[in-house]
Protein backbone atom coordinates (compact mmCIF):
# COMPACT_ATOMS: atom_id res chain seq x y z
CA UNK A 1 0.00 0.00 0.00
CA UNK A 2 1.02 3.80 -1.00
CA UNK A 3 3.23 5.25 2.02
CA UNK A 4 0.73 8.18 1.37
CA UNK A 5 -2.52 6.76 2.48
CA UNK A 6 -5.17 8.57 4.41
CA UNK A 7 -6.27 7.93 7.81
CA UNK A 8 -9.97 8.09 7.62
CA UNK A 9 -10.50 11.07 10.85
CA UNK A 10 -8.33 12.93 8.20
CA UNK A 11 -10.54 12.87 5.50
CA UNK A 12 -13.57 14.03 7.46
CA UNK A 13 -11.63 16.47 9.21
CA UNK A 14 -9.62 18.23 5.98
CA UNK A 15 -12.51 20.57 4.57
CA UNK A 16 -12.71 21.94 8.10
CA UNK A 17 -9.35 22.23 8.30
CA UNK A 18 -8.98 23.80 4.82
CA UNK A 19 -11.71 26.11 5.84
CA UNK A 20 -10.32 27.60 8.95
CA UNK A 21 -7.10 27.94 7.19
CA UNK A 22 -7.96 29.88 3.80
CA UNK A 23 -10.76 31.88 6.33
CA UNK A 24 -7.36 32.81 8.51
CA UNK A 25 -5.80 34.05 5.26
CA UNK A 26 -7.70 36.28 4.47
CA UNK A 27 -9.97 37.82 1.25
CA UNK A 28 -7.61 36.85 -1.19
CA UNK A 29 -7.32 33.48 -0.42
CA UNK A 30 -10.50 33.03 -0.18
CA UNK A 31 -11.46 34.56 -3.58
CA UNK A 32 -8.61 32.43 -5.32
CA UNK A 33 -10.97 29.53 -4.53
CA UNK A 34 -13.81 31.06 -6.24
CA UNK A 35 -17.23 28.82 -6.21
CA UNK A 36 -15.85 26.57 -3.67
CA UNK A 37 -16.65 29.87 -1.03
CA UNK A 38 -19.01 32.10 -3.68
CA UNK A 39 -21.21 30.25 -5.72
CA UNK A 40 -22.30 31.43 -8.90
CA UNK A 41 -25.74 32.72 -9.80
CA UNK A 42 -28.31 30.27 -11.91
CA UNK A 43 -27.94 33.29 -14.31
CA UNK A 44 -24.45 33.18 -14.75
CA UNK A 45 -24.48 29.58 -14.87
CA UNK A 46 -26.85 29.63 -17.86
CA UNK A 47 -24.96 31.91 -19.59
CA UNK A 48 -21.64 30.02 -19.28
CA UNK A 49 -18.98 29.73 -16.79
CA UNK A 50 -15.99 28.79 -18.90
CA UNK A 51 -13.36 31.60 -19.45
CA UNK A 52 -14.76 33.78 -22.55
CA UNK A 53 -18.67 33.35 -22.14
CA UNK A 54 -20.76 35.84 -20.43
CA UNK A 55 -21.60 33.50 -17.15
CA UNK A 56 -18.00 33.81 -16.45
CA UNK A 57 -17.07 37.43 -16.70
CA UNK A 58 -20.20 38.43 -14.52
CA UNK A 59 -18.89 36.12 -11.95
CA UNK A 60 -15.38 37.58 -11.92
CA UNK A 61 -17.38 40.76 -11.66
CA UNK A 62 -19.60 39.76 -8.96
CA UNK A 63 -16.57 37.87 -6.67
CA UNK A 64 -14.79 41.12 -7.16
CA UNK A 65 -17.35 43.27 -5.46
CA UNK A 66 -18.08 41.08 -2.54
CA UNK A 67 -16.12 42.02 0.44
CA UNK A 68 -14.59 39.37 2.88
CA UNK A 69 -14.29 40.85 6.53
CA UNK A 70 -11.57 38.40 8.24
CA UNK A 71 -13.21 38.16 11.60
CA UNK A 72 -11.05 34.86 11.89
CA UNK A 73 -7.93 36.48 11.61
CA UNK A 74 -8.35 39.20 13.92
CA UNK A 75 -10.00 36.64 16.55
CA UNK A 76 -6.63 34.33 16.08
CA UNK A 77 -4.27 37.66 16.79
CA UNK A 78 -6.76 38.79 19.74
CA UNK A 79 -6.85 35.83 21.34
CA UNK A 80 -3.63 34.92 20.98
CA UNK A 81 -3.03 38.34 22.24
CA UNK A 82 -4.76 37.97 25.38
CA UNK A 83 -3.01 34.30 25.61
CA UNK A 84 0.63 36.00 25.70
CA UNK A 85 -0.05 38.91 27.71
CA UNK A 86 2.11 37.40 29.90
CA UNK A 87 5.57 35.30 28.76
CA UNK A 88 5.42 31.54 30.06
CA UNK A 89 7.70 29.41 32.38
CA UNK A 90 10.21 26.73 31.02
CA UNK A 91 12.77 24.78 32.69
CA UNK A 92 15.40 22.50 31.77
CA UNK A 93 18.11 20.57 32.15
CA UNK A 94 21.34 22.49 31.63
CA UNK A 95 22.51 20.08 28.60
CA UNK A 96 19.38 21.13 26.95
CA UNK A 97 19.27 25.08 27.65
CA UNK A 98 20.51 26.11 24.43
CA UNK A 99 17.16 25.11 23.12
CA UNK A 100 15.83 27.85 24.86
CA UNK A 101 17.19 30.07 21.90
CA UNK A 102 17.14 28.28 19.25
CA UNK A 103 14.68 25.13 19.22
CA UNK A 104 14.02 24.47 15.31
CA UNK A 105 16.15 24.23 12.00
CA UNK A 106 14.98 28.39 11.79
CA UNK A 107 16.43 29.45 14.77
CA UNK A 108 13.44 29.71 16.53
CA UNK A 109 13.28 29.92 20.19
CA UNK A 110 10.71 28.28 22.83
CA UNK A 111 8.68 30.96 23.44
CA UNK A 112 7.97 31.08 19.91
CA UNK A 113 7.21 27.13 19.19
CA UNK A 114 4.84 27.59 21.89
CA UNK A 115 3.27 30.88 20.16
CA UNK A 116 3.05 28.96 16.98
CA UNK A 117 1.62 26.07 18.85
CA UNK A 118 -1.42 28.39 20.52
CA UNK A 119 -1.93 30.13 16.81
CA UNK A 120 -2.15 26.59 15.26
CA UNK A 121 -4.94 25.72 18.15
CA UNK A 122 -6.51 28.58 17.35
CA UNK A 123 -6.77 28.34 13.57
CA UNK A 124 -7.11 24.38 13.01
CA UNK A 125 -7.40 23.05 16.51
CA UNK A 126 -4.29 20.60 15.58
CA UNK A 127 -0.70 20.39 15.12
CA UNK A 128 1.91 18.17 15.21
CA UNK A 129 5.69 18.30 16.88
CA UNK A 130 8.74 16.15 15.92
CA UNK A 131 12.22 15.54 16.80
CA UNK A 132 14.43 15.06 14.92
CA UNK A 133 17.99 14.89 13.60
CA UNK A 134 20.32 17.33 11.34
CA UNK A 135 21.28 13.87 9.56
CA UNK A 136 21.68 10.15 11.19
CA UNK A 137 23.64 9.44 13.83
CA UNK A 138 26.12 12.64 15.79
CA UNK A 139 28.37 12.67 17.87
CA UNK A 140 29.00 16.28 17.90
CA UNK A 141 28.69 17.96 21.41
CA UNK A 142 26.99 20.52 19.81
CA UNK A 143 24.41 19.18 18.06
CA UNK A 144 20.94 18.30 19.47
CA UNK A 145 17.94 17.28 18.61
CA UNK A 146 15.77 19.97 17.04
CA UNK A 147 11.81 20.26 17.09
CA UNK A 148 9.76 20.14 13.77
CA UNK A 149 6.08 21.33 13.31
CA UNK A 150 3.47 19.90 11.29
CA UNK A 151 0.46 21.93 10.44
CA UNK A 152 -2.58 19.47 10.85
CA UNK A 153 -3.30 18.99 7.25
CA UNK A 154 0.17 17.91 6.92
CA UNK A 155 -0.71 14.94 9.42
CA UNK A 156 -2.14 12.66 7.03
CA UNK A 157 -2.14 9.02 8.67
CA UNK A 158 -1.83 7.74 12.26
CA UNK A 159 -2.31 4.96 13.99
CA UNK A 160 -2.48 4.67 18.28
CA UNK A 161 -3.43 0.90 18.78
CA UNK A 162 -6.83 -1.09 18.71
CA UNK A 163 -9.16 -0.14 21.34
CA UNK A 164 -10.24 -3.17 22.37
CA UNK A 165 -7.11 -4.46 23.82
CA UNK A 166 -6.40 -3.95 27.57
CA UNK A 167 -2.78 -2.01 26.81
CA UNK A 168 -1.66 1.23 26.92
CA UNK A 169 -2.56 2.73 23.42
CA UNK A 170 0.59 3.56 21.95
CA UNK A 171 1.62 5.63 18.68
CA UNK A 172 3.30 3.52 16.45
CA UNK A 173 2.64 5.28 12.77
CA UNK A 174 2.88 8.66 11.74
CA UNK A 175 2.70 9.63 7.84
CA UNK A 176 3.37 13.30 7.22
CA UNK A 177 2.81 15.33 4.04
CA UNK A 178 6.84 17.36 3.26
CA UNK A 179 5.87 17.82 -0.24
CA UNK A 180 7.01 21.15 -1.09
CA UNK A 181 8.58 23.51 -4.21
CA UNK A 182 12.63 22.92 -4.72
CA UNK A 183 15.22 24.54 -6.32
CA UNK A 184 16.17 21.95 -8.98
CA UNK A 185 18.51 24.58 -10.76
CA UNK A 186 20.22 27.38 -10.08
CA UNK A 187 17.18 29.84 -10.49
CA UNK A 188 14.20 26.98 -11.30
CA UNK A 189 11.46 25.57 -9.08
CA UNK A 190 9.58 21.66 -9.26
CA UNK A 191 6.87 20.65 -6.65
CA UNK A 192 8.22 17.41 -4.93
CA UNK A 193 5.85 14.86 -3.52
CA UNK A 194 7.27 13.43 -0.24
CA UNK A 195 6.04 11.77 2.63
CA UNK A 196 8.36 11.06 5.62
CA UNK A 197 6.82 7.50 7.81
CA UNK A 198 7.63 7.32 11.69
CA UNK A 199 7.49 3.99 13.04
CA UNK A 200 7.74 1.73 16.42
CA UNK A 201 9.02 -1.65 15.28
CA UNK A 202 7.48 -3.06 11.80
CA UNK A 203 4.87 -2.10 9.74
CA UNK A 204 2.74 -4.37 10.84
CA UNK A 205 -0.99 -3.29 12.11
CA UNK A 206 -1.00 -2.90 15.78
CA UNK A 207 2.31 -3.13 16.51
CA UNK A 208 2.73 -1.34 19.92
CA UNK A 209 6.80 -1.75 21.11
CA UNK A 210 9.95 -2.05 19.17
CA UNK A 211 12.66 0.29 17.62
CA UNK A 212 11.87 3.82 16.34
CA UNK A 213 12.14 4.44 12.46
CA UNK A 214 11.67 6.70 10.16
CA UNK A 215 12.39 7.03 6.63
CA UNK A 216 11.06 10.19 3.27
CA UNK A 217 9.75 8.21 0.14
CA UNK A 218 9.97 10.81 -2.64
CA UNK A 219 7.95 9.69 -5.15
CA UNK A 220 3.82 9.97 -5.27
CA UNK A 221 1.91 6.86 -4.48
CA UNK A 222 5.03 4.94 -3.42
CA UNK A 223 5.56 1.93 -1.40
CA UNK A 224 6.58 1.23 1.62
CA UNK A 225 10.19 -0.43 1.60
CA UNK A 226 11.75 -1.47 4.68
CA UNK A 227 15.03 -1.11 3.62
CA UNK A 228 14.54 3.06 3.40
CA UNK A 229 13.52 3.27 7.22
CA UNK A 230 16.40 4.38 9.38
CA UNK A 231 16.63 4.42 13.10
CA UNK A 232 17.63 8.09 14.50
CA UNK A 233 20.54 7.64 17.30
CA UNK A 234 21.90 10.73 19.38
CA UNK A 235 25.24 9.83 20.57
CA UNK A 236 24.27 6.15 20.18
CA UNK A 237 21.23 6.38 22.39
CA UNK A 238 18.01 5.22 19.86
CA UNK A 239 14.52 5.34 20.93
CA UNK A 240 11.69 2.98 21.73
CA UNK A 241 8.92 5.63 21.39
CA UNK A 242 7.90 7.87 18.20
CA UNK A 243 9.34 11.61 19.17
CA UNK A 244 5.83 12.97 17.90
CA UNK A 245 3.25 14.45 19.69
CA UNK A 246 -0.20 15.65 18.36
CA UNK A 247 -1.84 18.57 19.77
CA UNK A 248 -4.97 19.79 19.75
CA UNK A 249 -7.29 22.38 21.49
CA UNK A 250 -7.98 19.99 23.80
CA UNK A 251 -5.66 17.19 24.81
CA UNK A 252 -2.63 15.71 22.82
CA UNK A 253 -4.43 12.32 21.87
CA UNK A 254 -4.37 11.64 18.25
CA UNK A 255 -8.36 11.75 17.62
CA UNK A 256 -8.78 15.31 16.15
CA UNK A 257 -10.88 17.90 17.55
CA UNK A 258 -13.04 20.50 16.45
CA UNK A 259 -11.51 23.80 15.17
CA UNK A 260 -12.63 26.04 18.05
CA UNK A 261 -12.93 29.03 15.85
CA UNK A 262 -14.99 26.89 13.23
CA UNK A 263 -18.57 28.87 13.72
CA UNK A 264 -16.70 31.48 13.62
CA UNK A 265 -15.27 30.71 10.30
CA UNK A 266 -18.74 30.07 8.74
CA UNK A 267 -20.22 33.06 9.58
CA UNK A 268 -17.06 34.88 8.20
CA UNK A 269 -17.93 33.40 4.70
CA UNK A 270 -22.25 33.56 5.42
CA UNK A 271 -21.22 37.44 5.62
CA UNK A 272 -18.97 37.37 2.39
CA UNK A 273 -21.83 35.54 0.37
CA UNK A 274 -24.58 38.15 1.41
CA UNK A 275 -21.72 41.10 1.42
CA UNK A 276 -21.76 39.58 -2.42
CA UNK A 277 -25.12 39.63 -2.89
CA UNK A 278 -26.21 42.87 -1.37
CA UNK A 279 -22.96 44.63 -3.46
CA UNK A 280 -24.61 42.99 -6.59
CA UNK A 281 -28.16 44.37 -5.65
CA UNK A 282 -26.27 47.68 -5.77
CA UNK A 283 -24.31 47.51 -8.38
CA UNK A 284 -27.33 46.71 -10.24
CA UNK A 285 -29.60 49.84 -8.62
CA UNK A 286 -26.92 51.67 -10.97
CA UNK A 287 -27.27 49.69 -14.14
CA UNK A 288 -31.02 50.99 -15.70
CA UNK A 289 -32.10 49.74 -19.07
CA UNK A 290 -33.09 52.11 -21.92
CA UNK A 291 -36.12 50.78 -23.22
CA UNK A 292 -36.97 52.50 -26.60
CA UNK A 293 -41.05 51.71 -27.65
CA UNK A 294 -41.59 52.21 -31.67
CA UNK A 295 -37.52 52.07 -32.13
CA UNK A 296 -35.69 49.27 -34.45
CA UNK A 297 -33.55 46.83 -33.18
CA UNK A 298 -31.06 47.79 -36.16
CA UNK A 299 -30.38 51.59 -34.80
CA UNK A 300 -27.94 52.35 -32.42
CA UNK A 301 -27.98 54.65 -29.19
CA UNK A 302 -26.17 56.53 -26.92
CA UNK A 303 -27.47 58.18 -23.50
CA UNK A 304 -26.33 61.44 -21.85
CA UNK A 305 -25.77 65.28 -22.54
CA UNK A 306 -25.95 66.14 -26.16
CA UNK A 307 -26.98 62.58 -27.25
CA UNK A 308 -30.37 62.52 -29.27
CA UNK A 309 -32.97 59.46 -29.72
CA UNK A 310 -35.18 59.78 -32.57
CA UNK A 311 -38.28 57.39 -31.85
CA UNK A 312 -41.17 56.87 -34.30
CA UNK A 313 -44.86 58.53 -33.50
CA UNK A 314 -46.83 56.96 -30.63
CA UNK A 315 -43.44 55.39 -29.38
CA UNK A 316 -41.39 55.97 -26.02
CA UNK A 317 -38.25 55.85 -24.37
CA UNK A 318 -37.52 55.34 -20.53
CA UNK A 319 -35.65 53.33 -18.46
CA UNK A 320 -36.14 50.29 -16.08
CA UNK A 321 -34.19 49.32 -12.89
CA UNK A 322 -34.18 46.56 -10.56
CA UNK A 323 -36.51 47.41 -7.28
CA UNK A 324 -34.66 48.55 -4.12
CA UNK A 325 -37.21 46.54 -1.97
CA UNK A 326 -35.53 44.23 0.50
CA UNK A 327 -31.92 45.97 0.09
CA UNK A 328 -32.81 47.50 3.65
CA UNK A 329 -33.33 44.46 5.38
CA UNK A 330 -30.40 42.53 3.23
CA UNK A 331 -28.17 45.41 5.03
CA UNK A 332 -29.30 44.94 8.12
CA UNK A 333 -28.86 41.12 8.46
CA UNK A 334 -25.42 41.96 7.29
CA UNK A 335 -24.56 44.82 10.31
CA UNK A 336 -26.27 41.91 12.22
CA UNK A 337 -23.82 38.84 11.54
CA UNK A 338 -20.86 41.22 11.53
CA UNK A 339 -21.80 42.42 15.66
CA UNK A 340 -22.01 38.36 16.42
CA UNK A 341 -18.78 37.68 14.83
CA UNK A 342 -17.10 40.58 16.26
CA UNK A 343 -18.06 39.21 19.20
CA UNK A 344 -16.89 35.40 18.69
CA UNK A 345 -13.55 36.94 17.45
CA UNK A 346 -13.01 38.75 20.45
CA UNK A 347 -12.87 41.97 18.95
CA UNK A 348 -15.43 43.89 21.42
CA UNK A 349 -12.77 42.48 24.65
CA UNK A 350 -10.42 44.20 23.00
CA UNK A 351 -12.47 47.48 22.73
CA UNK A 352 -13.66 47.22 26.31
CA UNK A 353 -9.94 46.79 27.85
CA UNK A 354 -9.91 50.58 27.06
CA UNK A 355 -12.29 51.73 29.98
CA UNK A 356 -13.40 48.49 31.85
CA UNK A 357 -11.44 47.14 34.84
CA UNK A 358 -9.79 43.29 34.65
CA UNK A 359 -12.64 42.22 36.86
CA UNK A 360 -15.76 43.49 34.52
CA UNK A 361 -13.36 42.57 31.16
CA UNK A 362 -13.29 38.56 33.34
CA UNK A 363 -16.76 38.64 34.11
CA UNK A 364 -17.69 39.53 30.60
CA UNK A 365 -14.68 37.02 28.77
CA UNK A 366 -15.96 34.20 31.32
CA UNK A 367 -16.69 32.03 28.53
CA UNK A 368 -13.32 32.77 26.57
CA UNK A 369 -11.07 32.94 28.79
CA UNK A 370 -12.05 29.45 29.87
CA UNK A 371 -11.31 28.58 26.40
CA UNK A 372 -8.07 30.02 26.23
CA UNK A 373 -7.18 28.41 29.88
CA UNK A 374 -7.75 24.81 28.10
CA UNK A 375 -5.61 25.83 25.07
CA UNK A 376 -2.80 27.30 27.62
CA UNK A 377 -2.50 24.24 29.30
CA UNK A 378 -2.61 21.63 26.44
CA UNK A 379 -0.32 23.41 24.52
CA UNK A 380 2.19 23.90 27.30
CA UNK A 381 1.65 20.47 28.26
CA UNK A 382 2.28 19.27 24.78
CA UNK A 383 5.44 20.90 24.49
CA UNK A 384 6.71 19.56 27.47
CA UNK A 385 5.85 15.96 26.96
CA UNK A 386 8.10 16.16 23.74
CA UNK A 387 10.79 17.82 25.13
CA UNK A 388 10.90 15.30 28.18
CA UNK A 389 11.38 12.56 25.47
CA UNK A 390 14.06 15.07 24.13
CA UNK A 391 15.23 14.75 27.91
CA UNK A 392 15.35 11.23 27.86
CA UNK A 393 16.89 10.36 24.53
CA UNK A 394 19.96 12.86 25.79
CA UNK A 395 20.52 11.23 28.85
CA UNK A 396 18.38 13.27 31.13
CA UNK A 397 16.00 13.64 34.12
CA UNK A 398 12.64 14.22 31.71
CA UNK A 399 11.03 15.47 34.93
CA UNK A 400 13.64 18.34 35.06
CA UNK A 401 11.53 19.77 32.06
CA UNK A 402 8.72 21.67 33.27
CA UNK A 403 6.42 23.96 31.04
CA UNK A 404 4.09 26.26 32.52
CA UNK A 405 1.86 28.62 30.89
CA UNK A 406 0.29 32.27 31.44
CA UNK A 407 -2.78 31.83 32.62
CA UNK A 408 -3.77 35.64 33.11
CA UNK A 409 -4.90 36.70 29.98
CA UNK A 410 -6.37 40.04 30.94
CA UNK A 411 -4.20 43.70 32.19
CA UNK A 412 -5.12 44.56 35.18
CA UNK A 413 -2.59 47.46 35.76
CA UNK A 414 -4.02 50.01 37.62
CA UNK A 415 -4.78 53.35 36.62
CA UNK A 416 -3.46 56.46 38.45
CA UNK A 417 -7.56 57.06 39.05
CA UNK A 418 -8.55 54.14 40.56
CA UNK A 419 -5.71 54.68 42.89
CA UNK A 420 -7.06 58.04 43.43
CA UNK A 421 -10.08 56.52 44.35
CA UNK A 422 -8.61 53.81 46.65
CA UNK A 423 -7.05 56.89 48.94
CA UNK A 424 -10.40 58.96 48.81
CA UNK A 425 -12.12 55.78 50.16
CA UNK A 426 -9.57 55.43 52.79
CA UNK A 427 -10.18 58.51 53.46
CA UNK A 428 -13.42 58.44 54.08
CA UNK A 429 -13.60 56.22 57.07
CA UNK A 430 -13.49 52.93 54.59
CA UNK A 431 -11.92 49.78 56.45
CA UNK A 432 -8.76 49.92 54.30
CA UNK A 433 -5.25 50.17 55.59
CA UNK A 434 -2.22 51.62 53.34
CA UNK A 435 -0.67 48.05 53.51
CA UNK A 436 -3.76 46.56 52.00
CA UNK A 437 -4.17 49.54 49.27
CA UNK A 438 -0.23 48.90 48.64
CA UNK A 439 -1.07 44.99 48.41
CA UNK A 440 -3.39 45.67 45.45
CA UNK A 441 -0.71 47.70 43.77
CA UNK A 442 1.89 45.24 43.98
CA UNK A 443 -1.05 42.39 42.45
CA UNK A 444 -1.41 44.95 39.69
CA UNK A 445 2.28 45.98 39.05
CA UNK A 446 2.79 49.48 40.24
CA UNK A 447 5.32 48.23 42.41
CA UNK A 448 7.47 45.36 43.37
CA UNK A 449 8.54 47.09 46.72
CA UNK A 450 7.16 45.28 49.54
CA UNK A 451 5.23 47.35 52.41
CA UNK A 452 8.04 47.76 54.62
CA UNK A 453 10.79 49.11 51.84
CA UNK A 454 8.26 51.11 50.47
CA UNK A 455 7.31 52.57 53.75
CA UNK A 456 11.10 52.98 54.06
CA UNK A 457 11.42 54.67 50.74
CA UNK A 458 8.55 57.50 51.88
CA UNK A 459 10.80 58.20 54.99
CA UNK A 460 13.58 58.53 52.95
CA UNK A 461 12.06 61.26 50.37
CA UNK A 462 10.59 63.47 54.30
CA UNK A 463 12.23 67.05 54.79
CA UNK A 464 16.03 67.08 56.03
CA UNK A 465 17.59 69.52 58.00
CA UNK A 466 18.50 71.80 55.21
CA UNK A 467 14.77 72.38 54.21
CA UNK A 468 14.94 69.99 51.06
CA UNK A 469 12.66 67.28 50.74
CA UNK A 470 13.88 63.78 49.75
CA UNK A 471 13.61 64.80 46.42
CA UNK A 472 15.90 67.41 46.90
CA UNK A 473 13.31 70.21 46.34
CA UNK A 474 13.90 73.17 48.71
CA UNK A 475 10.73 74.30 50.71
CA UNK A 476 9.99 77.92 51.15
CA UNK A 477 10.81 79.39 54.78
CA UNK A 478 7.94 78.79 56.91
CA UNK A 479 6.06 76.06 54.71
CA UNK A 480 4.77 72.87 56.06
CA UNK A 481 5.40 69.84 53.49
CA UNK A 482 2.19 69.41 52.21
CA UNK A 483 0.52 65.73 52.71
CA UNK A 484 -0.90 64.12 50.07
CA UNK A 485 -4.46 63.68 50.34
CA UNK A 486 -5.90 60.16 52.46
CA UNK A 487 -2.99 60.19 54.57
CA UNK A 488 -3.19 59.51 58.53
CA UNK A 489 -2.44 63.41 59.04
CA UNK A 490 -5.31 64.80 57.36
CA UNK A 491 -7.94 63.82 58.84
CA UNK A 492 -11.19 62.25 57.79
CA UNK A 493 -12.00 64.66 55.00
CA UNK A 494 -8.28 64.12 53.54
CA UNK A 495 -7.32 67.48 53.39
CA UNK A 496 -3.71 68.73 54.13
CA UNK A 497 -3.20 72.29 56.55
CA UNK A 498 -1.01 74.04 54.81
CA UNK A 499 0.67 77.15 56.89
CA UNK A 500 0.82 80.14 54.35
CA UNK A 501 3.66 82.19 54.09
CA UNK A 502 4.62 85.24 55.70
CA UNK A 503 2.90 88.51 54.16
CA UNK A 504 0.22 86.89 52.25
Known amino acids: MAVDSKHPQFTTFLPDWVAMRDTFRGERTVKEKGVVYLPATKGMILDGMIKGQPGYEQYQSYRTRAVYHNFVGEGVETLLGMMWMKPPTIELPPGMEPMMEKATVKGESLEMVLRRINEEQLITGRVGLMLDLPAGETQDPDVMPYIAMYHAERIINWDDGRRDELVLQNLNLVALDESEDERNTEFEWEFETKTRLLLLGQADPNEASGLYTQGVFRDENASFNESEMIAPSFRGNTLDQLPFVMINSKDIVADPDDPPL ?56 KFIGVSSEGLKEQREALENDKTIAAKKAGGMAQKGAQVESGDAMKLRMGSATASLTQLAITGAFGL ?59 EQGVTDMDFDEEMAKIEEEAPDDTGRDGLGVELEEGTEQEVPSGSDETGAAGAAEVEAPEGT
Open 262 to 317: LDLAKLCLGIYRGEADYRQSLFMQGQDTLVIVGGSSEDSYRTGAGAVIEVQQGGDA
Open 384 to 442: QSLLRIQAEWMGFDPEDVVVTPNMDFTDERMEARALVDWMSAKALDAPLSKESIHARMV
